[in-house]
């Protein structure tokens, strides 16, 4: 079969506009089967082996079933660098970009080292595009899982990172040695209720990564403020990515802890999703 012919199966079973099929079709041409998609209007009879053949066919069949693009190629671009994904791991989300920008810009003038934890870090996505663009940030990442460390190692290793990465479940908190002045973290903050709401993709994403305990959905958010009340310096900042669906009872949770300055931010979608705290 030539690369056309392929072309027209998948623009004929993916139930999406030809341009989508076939922004899907060249990735994993690019990406699986290692052809320059370039070959598509310059080949077009170009034939292709049985195994790229077989791999095209069993993949595409993977995302009728809705199974994430980035799980199949193992690779989400995140604030411009490549971060590797796997099923142990939430995809990185756009949204969280912004977060991490705000952090990166508010620091880009410091000139003396500090301490940042990443909390709930998942790919490590957020931690280390922190330390690989400002050298002056010492950073930890950190995560209950140790499948989602063991791609956090990946990473570090692939992005030439120094981040240190530790275990850590944030229901079980202690002191450390040594303070923190940032933390930042992108917890699980879907409430189980929310679940049929979600797009289809979502549900091959971990469990742990999504959502919430049911009979709190600030779970997490009480978490990091209690490990920002023992360990985090004294005028600390906390960045944190929430749900915008539970603002009201965020910020209801807030008086709970001695917070000096809560600044909210939209995302690119006009959603109250980021807040900046100062201790
Ligand atoms: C929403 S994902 C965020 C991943 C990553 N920070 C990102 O933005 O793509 C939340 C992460 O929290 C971790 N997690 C869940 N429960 C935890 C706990 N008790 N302590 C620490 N991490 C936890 C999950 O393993 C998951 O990696």
């Not at 506009?17 to 060249?26: H, L, P, T």
């Not at 195994?51 to 690779?75: G, R, W």
């Not at 922190?130 to 140790?146: E, G, H, Q, R």
Request: glycine share 2%; proline share 4%.
């Amino acid at each position: 079969m030539n690369i056309i012919e392929m072309r027209s199966i998948y623009r004929d079973n993916l139930s999406l506009s030809n341009d989508e099929s076939d922004f899907i079709y060249k990735i994993i041409l690019k990406e699986l089967c290692n052809i320059d998609p370039i070959k598509i209007a310059l080949e077009p009879n170009f034939n292709l082996s049985s195994v790229s053949e077989n791999k095209l066919i069993q993949k595409m069949k993977m995302i009728i079933d809705n199974y994430p693009i980035d799980y199949i190629i193992n690779k989400k671009n995140f604030y411009g660098n490549d971060f590797y994904v796997d099923e142990n791991v939430l995809i990185p989300r756009p949204e969280t970009e912004e977060l991490v920008d705000w952090l990166i810009n508010d620091h880009l003038k410091i000139d003396n080292q500090k301490r940042v934890i990443d909390l709930c870090t998942g790919s490590g996505c957020i931690g280390i595009s922190i330390d690989i663009n400002n050298s002056y940030l010492d950073v930890t990442i950190c995560d209950i899982s140790t499948k989602a460390l063991k791609v956090c190692e990946i990473n570090k290793k692939n992005l030439n990172s120094n981040v240190k990465i530790i275990e850590l479940d944030l229901n079980l908190i202690s002191e450390v040695n040594k303070k923190y002045d940032i933390i930042i973290s992108n917890p699980p903050y879907l409430h189980p209720s929310e679940s049929n709401q979600l797009d289809k993709n979502v549900r091959y994403e971990p469990e742990i990564a999504l959502f919430t305990p049911k009979d709190n959905p600030l779970h997490f958010y009480e978490k990091i403020l209690d490990f920002a009340s023992i360990n985090l310096t004294k005028k600390g900042l906390i960045y944190l990515e929430i749900n915008p669906n539970f603002t009201k009872e965020f910020n209801q949770i807030l008086s709970n802890y001695s917070i000096n300055h809560v600044n909210f931010k939209d995302d690119f979608r006009g959603k109250k999703r980021l807040v900046k705290l100062i201790f």
